[in-house]
């Protein structure tokens, strides 16, 4: 599990890395970024998993979300992982921008030819907080992870899924129900099979109605004018409902005037890191 | 000062000091001296050295034993007085400082033999000196046998002490006894103890006895320099009390002086008065007895006259010469007869009754002791702090130094109203210069005059001086105290209707639980009637105000309890809306019905008219205040801040000076609303509320509302607030809302 530095900028008074490793769950080499803010050098810190949308890899959000400064100051180590495995050489991976690589959906996949690299859920939830423990000062106890769009479903699956991994969980634009929505019936679909009810185990929304865990403060942020809310492929009212039913204390935000990019997220991005704080730095 | 030599002393002590300490550089007046054995009295010292020599050694020569001791000497001697010379320095030293205090009989002896040897240096008070030393070597022998050097044997006396040193010294000279027999009390020789007639008693080191002594020595100096010092106290006092004696009678002596002459003058006055009365008394009775005795010549010439007349005509022979003569005679003779003549005395002998008046020098005689009535007393201006709300101390003073037997004090309130005579005056006879007057009234004028009394009458009365009663212990408003975990904003009222001056707040911070009523922090000099004070977060603090006025503070105020847990504040009912109730916890609000049917409430100038609504009365105070609401989840409701002058007419929301959290319930959901200016931003929350937290933090220009039982943040208005803001609540539906204040602000809350 050795570890490769691949590029090291100091900000915000800490560092923003990049490092890839050989993973052992996906079978490829895999980047990842990290943010170690100025506490780092002198204490364990806290760690805050992103996870990325489609086609993404882990370069957009530590270039484009603006988290560092809020991170530094809360003294959390971030980490940026990519969205899928690459150069698996895997036939028609490359052929969609929603599917393949860049969406690796942070499910486990069940499907030939994806079932031996496209293991993201279990990279994301076990493989990169050993590698991301056995390499940073970090405490192994805190942990709490958030999204967007794709990513966002992959933390609110990764939180619903493990009661008590997490501290806190929140999303931008999540895609809270995937499996009423084209984007998840295509990906689950591909990786899982068709047996849509194996889907479930890997939908927010109906992980939601199981949910029977530690208390969970889930933040959700929405831009109004997000064309993919629009073409109904994000679905937060079903989560709101089933929320509201089960109980699970969610503050959901429809940001008037916002769209589904990273200028949105760099918008809010300082209210969830405050968020996770608060849960992590209690 | 001291005339029983004790400079003496002091000049001696050193001097054989000196002579001790250069032993060993070959002194020849110590060798001589200590060759000759010489029994050396430090009083005898500065005496001619030669001549004690030839006496000691005449005195040694009557003593035979005392030559073989000489022997033991140059061994034992130097050891001993190496460690002699302190003890006797201090000695010498508080010596000469009893001489002065102290003069009994014992220690005249000592001086006096010294000044007349000194004096008187023949062969004859040689002798007698000599015999008289003698007389002291065996008197202070028998000391040694009583007193001595063991331990609590000393004398309390000086005398015996100051031999006890001699002798000690003397026999330390003459046989260098090391050893102390406590049998004996004296100091032996080894020797004896194995040989002599010591040999069956006990014996101690006279090292130790030695120290042993010096320590009960030095004890007793101790002791004396108590007294020492109390008897310095003492003289001093009596020099006083010599001083006012003196004054005193020096006074009176005057007095008597300008009395007496006055009566003395008034007495020759009267003796001149009466001198001259009684002249001219005698003169006129000497005068009418005069006058009386010419006439009684008179009478008496005529009566001569006529015997003659009479008896020349018994001579006429002729008969009718004689009968001629005869009748003109008899008629002569009856005529003068008829005359009466006048025999009683015309004035007594004896001295007119006369009463000598002496009422006058009576009352001069008197008047020397009763003296004149005194002078108008000066009454003093009000001392600060002389007065309590109900009672003040007044005092006069005298200007001249008139007997005053007591003093007549008057006063009544001062009052603005023209019948002031009505008020009733109040007159006390006082024997100080003082009074103090109680049962007044708080915080009132009051005017007060003296005069004096004595046997001869009453002075004028004095100068009218105003004095001012204390004002009544102010009350804190107990139900408006707003607090926070910094500061208290406390009001109170007054409950005297004249205005005080100031007031003066008091602080107890109470520890550890316990009524602990020591005053941490004063804050005085307060103008109003309110005052912000700054406390330190989790603490309990007890307030108490005072009042004060040129007469003085008043009692302190009840104490009011402060917890700097969280922020206090309560409802201004002044701002509730007339279908807002509170209940009787004063955080309750309620609302029964939305309509008013009559629809003729009253309505306060400052009270919600159209938003069932009510405002908080929050510390105007920076820093973060926190506070919770407990809604039911049926129930619609408009909370937050809002400014004090927020339109009472409008919605709270709905304007730039009032920020809240709705709760609107609609058909398929709880919808909530964070309304500032009439928007509010789209959030949904999946669990409604039961109990609201809001965080207004001045510092981070934010209110963020919290859903508290969860910790889960709800919303946050980031706003920079112009002015301080305070709590408002609203009903939209009938229901409750639940206000809890002094909640220590949680930690989830923190940014």
Known sequence: MALKQVSSNKCFEGFQKVFEHDSAELKCKMKFGIYLPPKAETGKCPVLYWLSGLTCTEQNFITKAGFQQAAAEHGLIVVAPDTSPRGCNIEGEDESWDFGTGAGFYVDATEDPWKTNYRMYSYVKDELPKLINANFPTDPERMSVFGHSMGGHGALILALKNPGKYK?????????????????????????????????????????????????????????DDQFLSAGQLLPDNFIAACTERKIPVVFRLQQGYDHSYFFIASFINDHIKHHAKYLNA | ????????????????????????????????????????????????????????????????????????????????????????????????????????????????????????????????????????????????????????????????????????????????????????????????????????????????????????????????????????????????????????????????????????????????????????????????????????????????????????LFLENDKAEFMKAAVTMVDRLEEFLKKEVDLELSTLPDFEERVIDVSEVEQLMNSINAIPAPCAPMINPQAPNAAT????????????????????????????????????????????????????????????????????????????????????????????????????????????????????????????????????????????????????????????????????????????????????????????????????????????????????LPVYDNSFTRCIAILGSLIPFPGKHYWEVEVEEDTEYRTGVAFENTPRHGHLGANNSSWCMRHIITPSRHKYEFLHSGMTPDIRITIPPRRIGILLDYENCRLSFFNADLAQHLYTFNSHFQHYVHPCFALETPGILRIHTGITTPPWTQK
Not at chain 2, 284 to 300: D, M, P, R, S
Not at chain 2, 424 to 449: R, S
């Open chain 2, 1 to 312: 000062m001291d005339l029983y030599g004790s400079k003496d002393r002091f000049d001696i002590f050193p001097e054989e000091l000196s002579g001790r300490g250069d032993r060993s550089l070959g002194d020849t007046r110590r060798d001589s001296a200590l060759s000759s054995k010489k029994v050396q009295r430090p009083q005898e010292v500065g005496y001619d050295l030669e001549k004690e020599v030839a006496e000691l050694a005449k005195m040694y020569g009557l003593d035979e034993d005392r030559e073989k001791d000489l022997e033991f000497l140059g061994g034992h001697l130097e050891k001993v007085e190496s460690r002699r010379p302190p003890a006797r320095t201090e000695k010498a030293a508080s010596e000469g400082s009893i001489y002065n205090t102290s003069k009994s009989s014992s220690s005249v002896k000592d001086p006096s033999q010294s000044t007349k040897q000194q004096g008187l240096p023949d062969e004859a008070s040689q002798g007698e000196n000599q015999s008289k030393a003698r007389a002291d070597d065996e008197a202070e022998s028998n000391i040694w046998s009583t007193g001595g050097l063991s331990s609590g044997g000393m004398s309390d006396e000086w005398n015996s002490q100051a031999v006890s040193e001699e002798e000690e010294e003397e026999e330390e000279e003459e046989d260098a006894a090391d050893v102390f027999c406590s049998t004996c009390k004296i100091p032996i020789r080894a020797f004896d103890k194995l040989f002599g007639e010591h040999k069956d008693h006990e014996v101690a080191q006279l090292p130790s006895a030695v120290e042993s002594e010096k320590e009960e020595i030095h004890k007793n100096m101790c002791k004396l320099e108590e007294q020492i010092a109390q008897m310095e106290n003492v003289a001093s006092h009596l020099e006083e009390i010599f001083i006012t004696v003196e004054e005193n009678f020096g006074r009176q002596e005057e007095n008597f002086e300008v009395h007496y002459n006055d009566a003395v003058q008034v007495l020759a006055q009267k003796y001149e008065e009466q001198l001259e009365a009684l002249g001219e008394e005698k003169r006129q009775k000497l005068e009418a007895l005069y006058e009386q005795l010419v006439n009684c010549g008179k009478h008496l010439d005529t009566c001569k006259e006529l015997t003659d007349e009479t008896q020349e």
């Open chain 1, 168 to 224: 806190s969980v929140s999303a931008f634009a999540p895609i809270c129900n995937p499996i009423q929505c084209q984007w998840g019936k295509k990906a689950l679909g591909g990786y899982l099979g068709p047996d849509a009810s194996k889907w479930e185990a890997y939908d927010a929304t109906q992980l939601v109605k199981s949910y029977s865990g530690s208390r969970l403060d889930i933040l959700i942020d929405q831009g109004k």
């Open chain 2, 389 to 600: 709300g109900t009672s003040l101390r007044v005092c006069w003073g005298l200007f001249s130094d008139d007997t005053v037997e007591c003093y007549q004090l008057c006063y009544k309130p001062v009052s603005n109203e023209r019948h002031s005579d009505e008020q009733a005056e109040h007159t006390l006879k006082v024997k100080e210069t003082y009074c103090t007057i109680t049962d007044l009234l708080p915080n009132t004028q009051y005017e007060f005059w003296v005069s004096a009394l004595n046997a001869s009458g009453i002075s004028p009365p004095s100068e009218r001086a105003v004095y001012v009663t204390a004002p009544s212990p102010p009350t804190i408003k107990n139900k408006k105290i707003r607090s926070c975990e910094n500061a208290a904003l406390v009001c109170w009222e007054s409950r005297d209707i004249n205005p005080v001056d100031s007031y003066t707040v008091e602080l107890s911070k109470l520890i550890d639980e316990e009524n602990d009523d020591i005053i941490t922090e004063s804050i005085v000099g307060i103008p109003n009637c309110e005052v912000l004070i700054h406390l330190q977060p989790t603490q309990k603090y007890h307030v108490r105000v005072r009042a004060q006025n040129l007469g003085g503070s008043s009692e302190r105020s009840e104490p009011v309890l402060i917890h700097t847990t969280g922020t206090s504040f309560y409802l201004n009912e002044d701002t509730a809306h007339p279908l807002l109730a509170i209940l009787d916890d004063g955080f309750t609000i309620s609302c029964d019905e939305l309509e008013n049917p009559e629809c003729d």
